[in-house]
């Protein structure tokens, strides 16, 4: 049945966006990617789009600036229309002051030598004036927090700062419709905060917003939530009611706000979102925590602190300075032992990818030095450590390079000199635990990005490394995706391999990591369990860090949760 557009307060106002009919299917495409999709957005307005990986998100975000099909060519029917007109006839250069679009691939908007110039191209190409391009440069760079920054080289930046400087070019243009494409994938806490607030004072300048995420916390930006499905909009309705139905959420790959999880669990509605308010309501209802439940998360606690083994690499007085003279790490004590699952937190910049990397000899300490098993880590050492301390990169495409998946995991035994049995054996192994058996002679680049992501862990794998490190393991993936990631590295965890990943998305490691450490400015500020860490949000926000909102809500009642499931257990609630 086809869907209807109800009669609503919405569509009576004045629109920014009007989409009728609108099908495409790639030039080379099985299906549809979009397939009949109406829908309007209102001036002003920030509506968010969900749904899992290849729902058709993107490629609708790209009709609205004719990017499809001018430049992605297909099957394309029905009509976009912009400010009330049709862009049919439209380039994508022309529509660019009206419609802004950050990409979830922040990099390929970013070419200058200098983050000012980023800022200022379109400015150039639309023919501002001098004196007022300064302004909106400066204006724009101010609004995502980098008027610091304008100098400096792009290359230079960190992740996170380099997706706020694509913000700010975009911003820079005026444009009445700014689209974010996953635009807080890779930004920190305080970079996602800085965008927030950004987004929230376009819209009181009456732009519009469309979000394309899988958090909760970026789409509830939105008052109005599309859910895609095989490129039809399946659920259209006000965001905190979508947010209110947990199976429709985990159906469609978006994670579910914690409170309203735990509302849900003690069977209270309606749902409190924000967790501060939350513990007054529920305390108001007369929960109470069961002090005999809370010595039971803390003897679990002991537990696995006791279990943990030998100590296999040790870290003494690590410092490294870049040969542009920015120093990344200062003075770090670390050590790491057997079947530990260590998260290293902290802010872009802070150090983290740096650490990792002097791990396995890929960088050299200025000062300091890094112990493997008692043996000081050394340049000549490095093909040697590759085996034994694994590295998934946070994009799987700087990492595979085979156009066959087969090859692609069987580079590393190869390279080490197995015999081609042994290296089927390890192929075969290492693709089965990543659920990726049967698709060897498959091109790795017609992969999903989790399934990308998967692969790369495959490759690492086949070397049989007792230390995986992983860079921002679930980053631009779907939440079911990042739930296969997060339980694919908990159980090899559960079968002997230390596993360390790179976050700066705290409930990653609340519900999967036992310790944690949080890096700030180069330095390394705290180190625990993670309920130890996670549990001080003074010290964590000196490293513009947010604790998850289950922790926050469980400080309220003096013990920092790690899962909804603990707050529901000490509650009283039946989950």
Not at 167 to 180: C, E, Q, R, V, Y
Request: net charge negative; hydrophobic share 40%.
């Amino acid at each position: 049945m086809e869907r209807q557009i109800a009669e609503t307060d919405w569509m009576r106002m004045e629109t920014a966006v009007k989409v009728r009919g609108l099908k495409f299917k790639y030039q080379r495409g099985k299906d549809f990617a979009l397939n009949g999709i109406d829908f309007n957005l209102a001036k002003g307005e920030a509506v968010g789009l969900a749904g899992k990986s290849g729902a058709g998100k993107s490629t609708l975000l790209f009709c609205m600036n004719r990017i499809v099909p001018n430049f992605y060519s297909g099957d394309f029917s029905g009509e976009v229309q912009i400010f009330s007109e049709n862009i049919s006839t439209k380039q994508t250069y022309q529509l660019a002051s009206q419609v802004g679009l950050v990409l979830q691939d922040f990099e390929s908007q970013l070419f200058s030598t200098r983050a000012e110039l980023d800022v200022a191209f379109g400015l150039e190409n639309l023919g501002v004036p001098r004196k007022e391009m300064a302004e909106r440069i400066e204006s724009a760079l101010r609004a995502v927090g980098m008027e610091s920054f304008r100098n400096r080289d792009p290359e230079s930046l960190s992740g996170g700062e380099k997706q706020r400087l694509a913000i700010a070019s975009i911003l820079a243009l005026s444009p009445g419709i700014i689209l974010f494409d996953e635009a807080f994938t890779d930004l920190d806490p305080l970079g996602r905060e800085q965008v927030r607030e950004v987004i929230k004072k376009l819209r009181a300048k009456g732009i519009s917003i469309i979000i394309v995420d899988y958090e909760p916390e970026s789409l509830l930006l939105a008052e109005r939530l599309l859910i895609l499905e095989n490129g039809k909009i399946i659920e259209d309705a006000p965001s905190q009611k979508i947010f209110s139905d947990l199976d429709l959420l985990l159906k469609n790959g978006i994670r579910a706000p914690e409170m309203a999880e735990l509302f849900h669990g003690l069977k209270l509605s309606p749902i409190e979102f924000e967790p501060e308010r939350a513990y007054r309501i529920i305390q108001e209802k007369g929960f109470r925590l069961k002090p005999e439940v809370l010595e039971e998360f803390k003897k679990a606690d002991a537990e696995k602190e006791q279990a943990r083994g030998e100590v296999i690499i040790k870290v003494e007085g690590l410092e490294h300075t870049y040969p542009n003279g920015n120093q990344a790490l200062s003075g770090i004590e670390l050590e790491i032992k057997r079947g530990d699952f260590l998260a290293i937190i902290g802010q872009n910049g802070s150090g983290k990818t740096t650490l990792v990397k002097h791990l396995n000899g890929l960088l050299k300490p200025t000062k300091g030095s890094v112990y493997f098993y008692g043996k000081e880590v050394k340049p000549e050492m490095v093909s040697d450590l590759g085996r034994e301390v694994g590295y998934v990169f946070q994009n799987p495409d700087h990492q595979i390079f085979s156009s066959r998946v087969f090859d692609e995991v069987a580079f590393a035994p190869r390279n080490y000199g197995f015999s081609e049995k042994q290296v089927k054996d390890r192929v075969a192994d290492a693709l089965s635990l990543v659920g990726l058996s049967g698709r060897e002679d498959e091109n790795p680049f017609l992969m999903t990005k989790g399934e990308r992501q998967r692969l790369a862990i495959a490759s690492v794998l086949s070397a049989s490394p007792q230390v995986l490190v992983f860079d921002e393991p679930t980053t631009g993936l779907d939440y079911q995706e990042q739930l296969k990631i997060m339980d694919l590295l908990k159980t090899l965890n559960q079968q002997g391999k230390t596993i360390i990943i790179i976050t700066h998305t705290l409930w990653l490691p609340a519900r999967y990591a036992t310790r944690a450490i949080v890096m700030a400015k180069s330095k390394k500020i705290l180190e625990g369990t993670t309920r130890e860490v996670l549990s001080q949000p003074e010290i964590l926000k000196t490293a513009s860090l947010v604790p998850p909102e289950i922790t926050r809500f469980g400080l309220e009642f003096g013990f920092g949760f790690l899962k909804v499931e603990e707050a529901i257990k000490a509650l009283g609630g039946s989950g």
